[in-house]
């Protein structure tokens, strides 16, 4: 007599996209196992508590700066759906640009009118092109175009110089001239000034996922890292794949699953996952990432004027690109009266910036930041942290879209899941929670598991 077994998955990876594939599948009332290597569920979004003498710890701050958008409606749904909607804050704080040694606010019609930095006809040809990035509905007139050549044929060089230029080549470095025109569009069309942020941070919702997939009876794997996956046994009898992992005290094992789902960006899947065509891994294990670093500041009083809460640094001779002082947003009371400041890079994953310690880069970073804010002193810093992370930033080129992976991928029972599908976007929490939803769909028709 033979019974159905219901199909066991193996997603790999524990941020946004992997929890919520997760949850997903165990609401199905799937057997579900997630890896994730770190100890803290949430990727780029993962927190920590700066605050820890606070009842219960205080809230989480995320490690790399994050806020919602009105137009992130995928993961605004699933904090609703968490029970969290009450704690999310909803504000237009001050975006601002330094330039020439100034704070100047044109990143609003009024603000860009206002900027005298340009000239009057400058400034309104480059608020018609931002309205029509706006207007426009999808990124297809872009296509084939980089982000440079065609922001400055339709901006002008003075408006992209002053404003875009610098914007690109803090974050992008060498490949500043590579980036795709989708890529910048999609900054400007999908964005609100309005923005979002989870008050006890945004680690709350991925412990909450994490503590629901576990009611529904699926597995969380903290703290554990997946060494390969491979597909094993005869198709004709049902082939299934073993999962070789490892947690960080130096136990290890293998497990057994019908299906693995692969959340991890794809370079790295494709080191893991064994047995790949080669003909897939030519095409899809392509493209270069940045990784993202922050140093993260307390201080004892406020620190940028107007009450910025995020400053471009235009400017050249900084060794960060963005400073974004998140209690000028939220309040510096949740924090214990800590004034919470991030400066924060995108580098090549190689830059000497991520190995160095927090000591050294304070040491670089601090008279810098004197020089942002003349009235600055270093005795203003109660505590620090740094933070790196790799794989944080694609480099979307014109070839991008051509080598994205299909969620289906090239071995059976295998599924695909990676920012690289998000195109013309490059990454963000609400993308991959839709992601998560759509793929959750689509492997609802995935063959069942074999017989036993």
Request: with cysteine; proline share 8%; aromatic share 12%.
């Given at each position: 007599?033979?019974?159905?077994?219901?199909?066991?998955?193996?997603v790999?990876?524990?941020?946004?996209?992997?929890?919520?594939?997760?949850?997903?599948?165990?609401q199905?009332?799937?057997?579900?196992?997630?890896?994730?290597?770190?100890?803290?569920?949430?990727?780029?979004?993962?927190?920590?508590?700066?605050?820890?003498?606070?009842?219960?710890?205080?809230?989480?701050?995320?490690?790399?700066?994050h806020?919602?958008?009105?137009?992130?409606?995928?993961?605004l749904?699933?904090?609703?759906?968490?029970?969290?909607?009450?704690?999310?804050?909803?504000?237009?704080?001050?975006?601002?640009?330094?330039?020439?040694?100034?704070?100047?606010?044109?990143y609003?019609?009024?603000?860009?009118?206002?900027?005298?930095?340009?000239?009057?006809i400058?400034?309104?040809?480059?608020?018609?092109?931002?309205?029509?990035l706006?207007?426009?509905?999808?990124?297809?007139?872009?296509?084939?175009?980089?982000?440079?050549?065609?922001?400055?044929?339709?901006?002008?060089?003075?408006?992209?110089?002053?404003?875009?230029?610098?914007?690109?080549?803090?974050?992008?470095?060498?490949?500043?001239?590579?980036?795709?025109?989708?890529?910048?569009?999609?900054r400007?069309?999908?964005?609100?000034?309005?923005?979002?942020?989870?008050?006890?941070?945004?680690?709350?919702?991925?412990?909450?996922?994490?503590?629901?997939?576990?009611?529904?009876?699926?597995?969380?794997?903290?703290?554990?890292?997946?060494?390969?996956?491979?597909?094993?046994?005869?198709?004709?009898?049902?082939?299934?794949?073993?999962?070789?992992?490892?947690?960080?005290?130096?136990?290890?094992?293998?497990s057994?699953?019908?299906?693995?789902?692969?959340?991890?960006?794809?370079?790295?899947?494709?080191?893991?996952?064994?047995?790949?065509?080669?003909?897939?891994v030519?095409?899809?294990d392509?493209?270069?990432?940045?990784?993202?670093?922050?140093?993260?500041?307390?201080?004892?009083?406020?620190?940028?004027?107007?009450?910025?809460?995020?400053?471009?640094?235009?400017?050249?001779?900084?060794?960060?690109?963005?400073?974004?002082?998140?209690?000028?947003?939220?309040?510096?009371?949740?924090?214990?009266?800590?004034?919470?400041?991030?400066?924060g890079?995108?580098?090549?994953?190689?830059?000497?910036?991520?190995?160095?310690?927090?000591?050294?880069?304070?040491?670089?970073?601090?008279?810098?930041?004197?020089?942002?804010?003349p009235?600055?002193?270093?005795?203003w810093?109660?505590?620090?942290?740094m933070?790196?992370?790799?794989?944080?930033?694609?480099?979307?080129?014109?070839?991008?879209?051509?080598?994205?992976?299909?969620?289906?991928?090239p071995?059976p029972?295998?599924?695909?899941?990676?920012?690289?599908q998000?195109?013309?976007?490059?990454?963000?929490?609400?993308?991959?929670?839709?992601?998560?939803?759509?793929?959750?769909?689509?492997?609802?028709?995935?063959?069942?598991?074999?017989?036993?």
């Amino acid at each position: 007599m033979t019974t159905a077994r219901r199909t066991h998955t193996a997603v790999l990876g524990g941020g946004a996209l992997g929890l919520t594939l997760a949850l997903r599948l165990a609401q199905r009332g799937e057997p579900v196992t997630l890896f994730e290597r770190e100890h803290e569920p949430g990727g780029l979004a993962a927190g920590f508590r700066p605050a820890p003498e606070l009842p219960g710890g205080g809230p989480y701050l995320d490690r790399f700066y994050h806020h919602l958008f009105r137009s992130d409606t995928a993961i605004l749904a699933l904090i609703e759906e968490m029970g969290l909607s009450p704690q999310v804050r909803w504000d237009s704080p001050k975006n601002m640009v330094l330039w020439q040694g100034k704070f100047w606010q044109p990143y609003s019609a009024a603000g860009l009118l206002r900027f005298p930095p340009l000239p009057l006809i400058d400034r309104v040809r480059m608020g018609a092109v931002l309205a029509f990035l706006k207007a426009c509905p999808n990124e297809r007139p872009f296509e084939g175009h980089t982000a440079a050549q065609w922001l400055r044929r339709a901006m002008g060089a003075r408006g992209f110089g002053i404003l875009w230029e610098p914007l690109l080549r803090a974050k992008f470095g060498a490949r500043a001239d590579d980036i795709a025109m989708s890529w910048f569009w999609s900054r400007i069309h999908c964005r609100s000034f309005s923005l979002g942020y989870l008050d006890p941070g945004h680690q709350a919702l991925y412990d909450r996922m994490v503590a629901e997939i576990t009611r529904l009876g699926g597995t969380v794997r903290l703290g554990t890292a997946v060494d390969e996956a491979r597909l094993v046994g005869e198709a004709s009898a049902g082939s299934r794949w073993s999962v070789a992992w490892r947690d960080g005290t130096g136990v290890t094992g293998t497990s057994r699953f019908d299906r693995v789902a692969s959340t991890l960006p794809v370079r790295v899947g494709a080191r893991i996952i064994k047995g790949l065509p080669s003909e897939w891994v030519a095409r899809h294990d392509w493209g270069d990432a940045f990784g993202a670093h922050c140093l993260v500041l307390a201080l004892d009083k406020p620190l940028l004027p107007h009450g910025a809460y995020w400053l471009n640094v235009n400017d050249p001779g900084y060794p960060f690109l963005v400073v974004v002082e998140h209690t000028n947003y939220a309040p510096a009371s949740m924090y214990g009266g800590r004034h919470l400041v991030y400066l924060g890079n995108y580098h090549p994953m190689d830059h000497p910036l991520f190995g160095r310690d927090i000591d050294s880069v304070k040491a670089e970073f601090l008279p810098a930041l004197a020089r942002v804010v003349p009235g600055f002193d270093t005795s203003w810093v109660r505590e620090s942290w740094m933070f790196g992370a790799p794989y944080a930033q694609p480099i979307v080129t014109r070839e991008y879209a051509a080598r994205i992976p299909p969620r289906r991928g090239p071995l059976p029972g295998l599924w695909i899941g990676s920012m690289f599908q998000v195109y013309p976007q490059d990454r963000g929490q609400n993308y991959s929670v839709a992601l998560a939803n759509r793929l959750a769909i689509e492997m609802a028709t995935d063959a069942p598991g074999r017989q036993a």
